[in-house]
DNA sequence: ATCCTCCCCTAC
DNA sequence: TAAGGTAGGGGAGGAT
């Protein structure tokens, strides 16, 4: 089945509306409705200074102005009014003029970077400042330390979370206004997409400016990207996942790493009259190699609503999603919403209502469910709070998801039973988090993942080995990992549905169906088998950006300036990882042929052929203008309308690490490339200073980027600067070279590669030194 | 056999 | 309106 065939099934037909004006209006109504808000926090603001004016006596906080950033314990509100009463300043925004101290026990990567250098302080920095009514040394407080965070995981004396604090409940959408008649008619089973005719979608993307009244940058733009990529929930949590596979290589590489909440369970549980002997000889008498693992699988509960729902604790019995928009426009279609549900709270799962689904459809099975916003960056924080707990008791971790993670619990058994570790666990998850989670254990993964099911929600389930088969028997095939909607839909053509049925199947006949590796996956998941080991830290194999949304393009050009986009996205990922690739592959979703042009959901892809083509390189790269050349080549051998463009991938294979090269190497490479490139290399001489620049001529004059050198006087420091360097990291360097040789630069520009032959471009960008940053002027002779 | 390219499928 | 990304497993079929 195509993927083509699969969107139709679930694709919906939609009636086409002129309603310019009505956007119009709601646009009106949106903007006044976040101008009460903030209105509102100016008014709060103005009572909090008020009250500072009144109660002057205490001078603990004078000169003190605190921002609190994310979940904090003790809240928000008490914290404001710890401040407020010991004469310091509380503010509602971040600025870093008028802020001298951000309050925070967690900070999303986001954040991290952004208060780098600034007083980053646990909420203890205030409490304990009030209990001993004096203040205390902000530096004992410090949340980030040496670039990481510390102290929150190096101690345990942090109070439970009582989770009781309500922040401001007028960010919650308007409530319960959905239409109660049903005349929801098979929305979702219609085999046409969408009606041909007004071009709403194109006119909003026209070249140039930013369309409509809702501001939606066009795909051309050099924003587009980054602006879709802030709002992708998929997006985030793609970023996520490598983020935190990171962080549990940087924690598991770390010799300072203390198991502290594994020391805890050992003081409670193991007899603490000889504490001397328990955590080492433990550890030793753990590694019985007789014995077989055992995993631990956690999960979040409905991660994004548990998330927002910490700020609004009065929805908590009620049905709720986040998602991005309710469609609930007046003149809309009801239950027509084609916005997608990101998670959903037990309550509204009981009406039906799943994660993924069109908000249309949940609303049809459960009109009064309250929609909240995302709130990225608290999803952000909480998931790094859930890797540092799990990661203070073992370091054996496997991160799955922003939300979910396996561990290898094992040695951890030696202290404990199941169950008290899992309590243990979840309940230092909550009180650190504010969120509820689920944990499954079992034998191999496969046990491990299914009982989480079964656990879900705020529960535990450890599998027994004598309960295997008559544990995975009761499940449908659909709940095995790896059986997703396509070949749930085989078997069932086959009959089966459960676990218990697809037993019956012999390994022959599921190879030959499903192929070798996976019939042999499924003979053995279905019998409760699973071989996978924990896989902490596997190498990457691919880097890819793919934009599948808001693509409405009419010209040649217009595709070129998309290209770009995307491949300073790939080439800023590949850096970021310090990788170099040697194969590009561009995918494209083209609009097919007899699908209408306006797709069903808004600025969506709609019905699509997918295309994909690689071409291999002669060097490893991570240069953005020579990823976008390869994929113009590609895409100009396809001879594609640019407005049938629907969605652009550009993935990066065959990678390598970047290696700080010689100063031996880059010599002889950018030699080389200029002997070779240029017909007139007779100026070229081992001592003749030589840089390779990116002049781009229709900026203005003075952007430029450095390629390479091989100036003598910067070949000391050349290890710190070349195969990946960014300017911020280098730019002192940079200053004393430059104008050491002013005037004595021999430059190559961008236009000499392009006329080179194409094995001397690509080489060009080989991990050779790389100034991302533009702005960076140096003058020299030009070579004749 | 084993590799490569172009897909498809799955999960969060 | 809406934000349909991304990495890894793996199959089919051709080249070696
Ligand atoms: N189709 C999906 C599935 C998930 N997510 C996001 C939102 C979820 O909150 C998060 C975690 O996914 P889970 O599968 O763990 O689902 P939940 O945590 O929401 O619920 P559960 O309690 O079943 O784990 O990923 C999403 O955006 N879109
Ligand atoms: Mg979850
Ligand atoms: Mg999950």
Known sequence: MSGRDIERNYETEREVKTRRKREQEEWARHGGYMNAKIQKLINKYDS??????HESQSKLFENVAIFVNGYTEPSFDVLRNYMIEGGGRFEHYYSATRVTHIVATSLALSKQKLFADKKVVLPSWITDSVKKNSLQPYEKYLLLKRNKITNFFTSRESAPWTGSDVIDPSEINDVADAPQSSTFKELYSSTTEDLPGTTIQEEQSKKGGKSTALNMLSADQPGFVAEFYGNSRLHHLSEWRTQLKDLVNEIRADPEHRLTGRDHLVHKYLDSSKPSSSSLTLELSSHNKSTSSVYMHIDMDCFFVSVVLRQHPELKDRPVVVAHSKGDVPGNQPYS??????????VARQAGVKNGMMMGKALSLCPDLQVLPYDFDGYSEVSRTLYRTVASYTTEIEAVSCDELYVDITSLLSIGTYDQLAQEMRQDIRSRTGCPCSAGMGGNLLLARLATRSAKPDGQYYVSPQDVLDFVSKHQVNDLPGVGRVTSRLLEKQKVETCAQLQAFSLAKLKDKFGAKTGESLYKLCRGQDDRQLRPDQPRQSVSCDVNYGIRLTDAHQVELLFENIAAEVSKKLRNARLLSKQVTLKLKVRSADAPTQSAKFMGHGICDNMSKSSSLKHPTDGA???????????????????DLRGVGIQMTKLQQVQACTRRDKQTDLLNFVGKGKTNATDISPTKPVAIVISDDEDDGDKKQILDTNLP?????????CGYSRLEDVSDVLNRWVVAERGRLAMFTLSTFLNSPVDLYQKEFNNLFYVEKKNYCISSDKLK
């Open 48 to 53: 909090d200074k008020s009250r500072e004016n």
């Open 337 to 346: 919403s084609m916005s997608q549900i990101a998670s959903c709270n037990y």
């Open 625 to 643: 203008v020579l990823i976008k050349t390869v994929c113009l080549n590609i895409w100009r051998g396809w001879n594609i309308l640019p407005s």
């Open 713 to 721: 006087s910067v070949t000391p420091e050349v290890p710190a600067l």
